[in-house]
């Protein structure tokens, strides 16, 4: 491989499902210069190249190239961007949506990009989808000033569209083999930009509504648009999978006075009346406000979901308006979980679709058609319908690059983007300062608008390529006069912001390491980078017939979740994913790495104290001891559980239907802690949200951060509906059972199913509005189907968040049965939180014992049962999260809820509020002050702290929260 001009290592492929097993030549190269001179060698090798921005499992496009033995080339290099007030845009071939719109507000200019934010603008061009002023200012393509490209041969072209709108036109084709390494556009000035604005509602979906509605706006109102409006409506799968309809206007000049915006307004009021299925509100954004709002409400792409993701994108001549809807409304209601009926229920097929007005005047439609890995003959049946439907139309036209303005013409010779000069010494990575245009999107995290800025504004935020990049970071950090702060992130949801941290923090983000390998020889011997999200993990999982416990949020990375024990629903039949860790590698505070074996596993130990090692970071204190690069799992296999099934519901709330599961969880922890009478193989989680439709109106500015100066935010009120929305429901119950088959007996699965059966039947309440409810799954289920359906792909925003609101949040635990009193106040509290308009609730609970209570135990040399792991609290019988999300102003009504909610905890437990674990830490997080509240005993923290010394010896890993070497906390003084 020395023909390459850069290092070149060589991978396995990542989990090739139903493929032979290969290794792929992998290069960084930093420079289009470079990636052409990589080209040019590979081709003398008889390889293609193939670029990727991300792990293999995230560009499928990619994947049949690589199990065909391509060069890849990674190119998470080519990440700088540049925008100036005069709209002049620069970015690199691996900036997203959501950096490039970050930048843009910021700068206070204007791009009409389309809501696909985890997207590289390069595969948003080649998606074709359509942006929310494409008529007002025109589609993202049509603002391309220039772009690079590498030709096939390692040419390397400098493309203008006046001259080469071909070549460009190819090279974001996805057929394509050149490769695009940056791209030059034009956005609307800061001088431009306020003059244009964007409104948004939210409608609830319902067949016979969304029908009227889309009929009502495209066949009638649509006939009024000026070349200064443009509509969006978009169609998609709110919280648990209830469908909603959003709508979008456009436009350019005063909004109150826009009569296509009154226009809109006035169909949603006939269409809606004085029955509550709408917000009642169009929020409108002003000037540069409007940019994130394309992107606030949209999904999280093709990043989020575990499902083969077709994007679909045709157009209607008008003329064919009103019977194109109803046939496109058909598929859409059943794509969507409901019918004529309004009846919801649960579809494997699901689809989000966009319908808009274009330039020429006609009915574009885009829809991500996501279909199941294991698709059944009806889920192909329906994907067929929804495909053939849009199959009747044509695909766009090339984008006519004429319609620029002569000012818009590129330089002769583009300028190249310069790749900055890292300031870490033998740092490969990108590395991103406090006034650097990406500083705010790569330093953004989970935690970022609910705590101080001081606190979430590290002095440098860098991304490591690989364990040597690590090691110099670590260098750096020890190099100032007062030592940095290293703090690993692998994807930054640390819920008290612990991921981050001040100007004396350097973090070291994890993106880069979330490739998904097999053991060739034992194919549930599985190996994952630490970025890697629960949503790609779990679909791998499942294509291989494997799985391991983990959780529900989609992008949570790995990394963290397993240093922080790894919870999720098989707590009781399998315990933590911790319990499931065959080895990883870490790099350590003197910068060197090492592969920490579980104790029993042959193999070679480059560490002395490795059972040590492995004891404090799988549950000791995440991030404590060094930095996790992969984790290798020992994965439960399918075939050894043939009969494990479950029962996953989705229910309208209702206050008697939250107090009939509490009952049940109640009557549960009384069998666990009464010698754990409950059956070992059955798992119960329950979850209570707050219904939020107006978020989809209010977008990712209702919370309490300040906005650019100059930019306007208002409510335009829909007159005739009422303030108040009785009959939308006030949220949603989720109620999940697990089976997990110890001992493969189908009778124990049937009786145990019917069990889950009669619970539901317990739950659903008859009431004047009928309650909504409808199952997900009901019976025999694959262990690792059930684990990839618990992931929630639905309903979270781009972030992974179920609201995109500030919060205050809590995680308690306790070793005794819930008492009456405590059912009683805590059903009443949460029925409070869930009516109040100026919060949001999450409540989740979970049930421990059994493998929860007896995981992560091996015999001891005197034949007793001893940990090898250091996680506390797994005597626990349940664990409870509340958290409460607040709008705007309102973080005082978040805090008193959780006051009540500690009074409450402190009346009936024992043990109060002491009961708390490491991933859901709240409140005060000096641990000096609460390590009792995490930790079973002063023994086991002494036992870490005396670990800590060990491997990080100058605390080069520190936050407030870490476990604190013995000479800065002294816990027996």
């Given at each position: 491989?020395s023909?390459?001009?850069c290092?070149v290592?060589?991978?396995p492929?990542f989990?090739?499902v139903?493929?032979s097993f290969g290794?792929?030549?992998?290069?960084?190269?930093?420079?289009?210069n470079a990636?052409?001179?990589?080209i040019?060698a590979?081709s003398?090798?008889?390889?293609?190249?193939?670029p990727e921005?991300?792990?293999?499992a995230?560009n499928?496009?990619?994947i049949s190239?690589r199990?065909?033995?391509?060069v890849?080339?990674?190119?998470d290099?080519?990440?700088?961007?540049?925008?100036?007030?005069d709209?002049?845009?620069?970015?690199?071939a691996?900036?997203?949506?959501?950096?490039?719109?970050?930048?843009?507000?910021?700068a206070?200019?204007?791009?009409?990009?389309p809501?696909?934010?985890h997207?590289t603008?390069?595969?948003a061009?080649k998606?074709?989808?359509q942006s929310?002023?494409?008529?007002?200012?025109?589609t993202?393509h049509s603002?391309?000033?220039?772009?690079t490209?590498?030709?096939p041969d390692g040419?390397?072209?400098?493309?203008?569209p006046?001259?080469?709108?071909?070549?460009?036109?190819?090279a974001l084709s996805?057929?394509s083999?050149?490769?695009?390494?940056?791209?030059f556009?034009?956005?609307?000035?800061t001088?431009?930009?306020a003059?244009?604005?964007l409104?948004?509602?939210?409608?609830?979906y319902h067949?016979?509504?969304?029908?009227?509605?889309l009929t009502?706006?495209f066949a009638?109102?649509?006939?009024?648009?000026t070349d200064?409006s443009?509509i969006?409506?978009?169609t998609?799968?709110?919280?648990?999978?209830?469908p909603?309809i959003?709508?979008?206007?456009?436009?350019?000049g005063?909004?109150?006075?826009?009569?296509?915006?009154?226009?809109?307004?006035d169909?949603?009021?006939?269409?809606?009346?004085?029955s509550?299925?709408?917000t009642?509100?169009f929020?409108v954004?002003?000037?540069?406000?409007a940019?994130?709002?394309?992107?606030?409400?949209?999904?999280?792409?093709?990043?989020?979901y575990?499902?083969?993701?077709v994007l679909?994108?045709h157009t209607?001549?008008?003329a064919q308006?009103?019977?194109a809807?109803?046939d496109?409304?058909?598929v859409?209601?059943?794509?969507?979980g409901?019918?004529a009926?309004g009846?919801l229920f649960?579809?494997?097929?699901?689809?989000?679709?966009?319908?808009s007005?274009?330039?020429e005047g006609?009915?574009?439609?885009?829809a991500?058609l996501?279909?199941?890995?294991?698709?059944?003959?009806?889920?192909?049946?329906v994907?067929?319908r929804?495909?053939?439907?849009?199959s009747?139309?044509?695909f766009?036209e090339?984008?006519?690059?004429s319609?620029?303005?002569?000012n818009?013409?590129?330089?002769?010779?583009p300028p190249?983007?310069?790749?900055?000069?890292?300031?870490i010494p033998?740092?490969?990575g990108?590395?991103?300062?406090q006034g650097?245009v990406l500083y705010?999107?790569?330093a953004?995290q989970?935690?970022?608008?609910?705590?101080?800025?001081?606190?979430?504004?590290p002095y440098m935020?860098?991304?490591p390529?690989?364990?040597?990049?690590?090691a110099?970071?670590?260098a750096f950090?020890?190099?100032?006069p007062?030592?940095k702060?290293?703090?690993?992130?692998s994807?930054?949801h640390?819920?008290?912001?612990l991921s981050?941290?001040?100007?004396?923090?350097?973090?070291l983000?994890m993106?880069?390491f979330?490739?998904?390998?097999a053991d060739p020889?034992n194919f549930?011997i599985i190996?994952?980078?630490?970025g890697?999200?629960?949503?790609?993990?779990?679909?791998?999982f499942?294509?291989?017939?494997?799985?391991?416990?983990?959780?529900?949020c989609p992008?949570?990375a790995i990394?963290?979740h397993?240093?922080?024990?790894g919870y999720?629903?098989?707590l009781?039949?399998?315990?933590?994913?911790?319990?499931?860790?065959?080895s990883?590698?870490?790099v350590?505070?003197?910068?060197?790495?090492h592969?920490?074996?579980k104790?029993?596993?042959?193999?070679t130990?480059?560490?002395p104290?490795n059972?040590?090692?492995?004891?404090?970071v799988l549950?000791g204190g995440p991030s404590?001891f060094?930095?996790?690069t992969?984790?290798?799992y020992?994965t439960?296999k399918?075939?050894?559980?043939p009969y494990?099934?479950g029962?996953?519901?989705?229910?309208?709330?209702?206050?008697k239907s939250f107090?009939a599961?509490m009952?049940?969880?109640?009557?549960?922890?009384v069998k666990?802690?009464?010698?754990d009478?409950?059956q070992a193989?059955?798992?119960?989680?329950?979850s209570?949200l707050?219904?939020?439709?107006?978020g989809?109106?209010e977008?990712s500015m209702s919370?309490d951060q300040?906005?650019?100066?100059?930019d306007a935010i208002?409510?335009f009120?829909?007159?005739?509906?009422?303030?108040?929305?009785?009959?939308?429901?006030?949220?949603?119950?989720?109620?999940?059972?697990?089976?997990?088959d110890h001992d493969a007996?189908?009778?124990t699965?049937?009786?145990?199913?019917?069990?889950f059966n009669?619970?539901y039947?317990?739950?659903?309440?008859?009431t004047?509005?009928?309650?909504?409810s409808?199952t997900?799954f009901?019976?025999k289920k694959l262990l690792s189907?059930?684990s990839?359906?618990f992931?929630?792909r639905?309903?979270?925003?781009k972030e992974?968040?179920?609201?995109?609101?500030?919060y205050?949040?809590?995680l308690n635990?306790?070793?005794?049965p819930?008492t009456?009193?405590?059912?009683t106040?805590?059903?009443?509290?949460c029925?409070?939180v869930?009516?109040d308009?100026?919060v949001?609730?999450v409540f989740?609970?979970?049930?421990?014992?059994s493998q929860h209570l007896?995981?992560g135990m091996?015999k001891?040399?005197?034949?007793?049962?001893?940990?090898?792991?250091?996680?506390?609290?797994?005597k626990?019988?349940?664990l409870i999260?509340f958290?409460?999300f607040?709008t705007?102003?309102?973080q005082?009504?978040a805090?008193?809820y959780?006051v009540?909610?500690?009074e409450?905890?402190?009346r009936?437990?024992?043990e109060?509020?002491a009961?708390?674990?490491?991933?859901?830490?709240?409140g005060?997080?000096d641990?000096?002050?609460?390590?009792?509240y995490?930790y079973d005993?002063p023994?086991?923290?002494?036992k870490?702290q005396?670990?800590k010394e060990?491997?990080?010896?100058?605390?080069v890993?520190?936050t407030?929260?870490n476990?604190?070497l013995p000479?800065?906390?002294?816990?027996?003084?």
């Open positions: 491989m023909h390459f001009p290092p290592s060589i991978e492929n989990l090739p139903g493929s290794h792929n030549a992998v290069v960084r190269p930093t420079s289009t990636l052409s001179a990589c040019i590979a003398k090798l008889g390889k293609q190249v193939v921005f991300g792990a293999p995230y499928p496009a990619t190239q199990l065909a033995g391509a890849v080339a990674k190119l290099a080519f990440n700088s961007l540049h925008v100036s007030p709209g002049t845009v620069v970015i690199g691996a900036v997203t949506i959501a950096a490039l719109v970050s930048a843009a507000r910021h206070r200019i204007l791009l009409p990009v809501d696909l934010p997207e603008v390069v595969d061009l998606s074709g989808v929310h002023f494409s008529r007002t200012i025109g993202l603002r391309l000033t220039a772009a490209i590498v030709q040419a390397i072209v400098h493309a203008a006046e001259t080469d709108a071909a070549l460009i036109d190819d996805h057929s083999t050149a490769i695009v390494t940056s791209l556009f034009r956005a609307i000035p001088a431009e930009a003059e244009y604005w409104a948004r509602t939210a409608v609830m067949s016979e509504t969304a029908l009227r509605l009502d706006l009638t109102v649509a006939k009024t648009i200064q443009d969006l409506v978009h998609k799968a709110a919280m648990y999978n209830i909603v959003v709508v979008y206007v456009s436009g350019k005063e909004h109150s006075s826009d009569a296509f915006l009154h226009a809109v307004k169909a949603v009021l006939r269409v809606t009346g004085n509550p299925q709408s009642g509100v929020k954004f002003k000037g540069a406000a940019g994130p709002e394309t992107i606030a409400s949209g999904e999280m792409g093709r990043l989020q575990g499902k083969e993701a679909l994108h209607f001549p008008m308006v009103e019977s809807i109803q496109i409304s058909v859409v209601d059943e794509t969507l409901t019918n009926e009846e649960s579809v494997a097929v699901s689809s989000s679709t966009r319908i007005i274009n330039k006609e009915l574009e439609l885009s991500f996501f279909k199941p890995t294991f698709p059944s003959q009806t889920d192909k049946e994907a067929s929804f495909q053939e439907t849009i009747m139309c044509r766009p090339t984008p006519d690059f319609t620029l303005q002569a818009f013409a590129p330089p002769v010779v190249t983007i310069k790749v900055k000069e890292n300031l033998n740092f490969k990108n590395v991103y300062m650097d705010e999107d790569r953004y989970y935690a970022t608008t609910s705590y101080p800025a001081q606190d979430m504004t935020v860098a991304f390529f690989d364990e040597e990049d690590i110099a970071a670590i950090a020890k190099s100032f007062q030592q702060n290293v703090v690993g992130r994807g930054g640390q819920y008290s912001g981050s941290g001040g100007n004396e923090t350097i973090v983000s993106d880069y979330r490739d998904v390998i020889n549930h190996t994952a980078g630490v890697v999200r629960l949503t790609h993990i779990a679909d791998e499942d294509k291989a017939g494997v799985t391991v416990p983990h959780g529900e992008l949570v990394g963290g397993t240093q922080s024990g999720g629903h098989l009781r039949s399998y315990g933590l994913i911790i319990d499931h860790v065959r990883f590698r870490i350590v505070g003197d910068g060197s790495a592969e920490i074996l104790p029993g596993v042959v193999g130990r480059s560490l104290n059972d040590d090692v492995y004891f404090a549950g404590s060094g930095i996790l992969t984790i290798t020992d439960i399918n075939v050894d559980h494990s099934g029962l996953m519901a989705t229910l309208t709330y209702k206050k107090r599961i009952e049940e969880l109640q009557a549960r922890t666990i802690c009464d010698g009478t409950l193989d059955s798992d119960m989680m329950a209570a707050s219904f939020d439709l107006r989809f109106a977008g919370t300040p906005e650019p100066e100059g208002m409510e009120p829909i007159m005739g509906l009422p303030p108040d929305l009785p009959f939308l429901p006030d949220g949603i119950l989720l109620l999940e059972l697990v089976y997990g007996s189908e009778d699965m049937n009786s145990t199913i019917d069990s009669k619970l039947e317990k739950v659903k309440v008859k004047i509005i009928p309650q909504i409808f997900s009901n019976g189907s059930m990839n359906d992931v929630r639905f309903g979270t925003g992974g968040r179920e609201f995109q609101y500030p205050e949040k809590r635990g306790s070793f005794v819930l009456d009193g405590f059912v106040g805590f059903v009443n509290l029925s409070d869930i009516k308009e100026k949001r609730l989740q609970v979970g049930l421990g014992g007896n995981g091996q001891a040399a005197d034949g007793s049962k001893v940990s090898i792991t250091g996680c506390s609290r797994r626990c019988s349940i999260v958290d409460v607040y705007a102003g309102n005082e009504v805090k008193q959780q009540a909610m500690g409450l905890l402190d009936e437990f024992p109060g509020q009961v708390r674990l490491l991933w859901g830490c709240y005060d997080t641990i000096k002050n609460v390590w009792d995490y005993n023994q086991l923290y002494s870490l005396g670990i060990d491997v990080d010896p100058k605390d890993f520190h407030r929260f476990v604190q000479s800065q906390h002294n816990i027996s003084s």
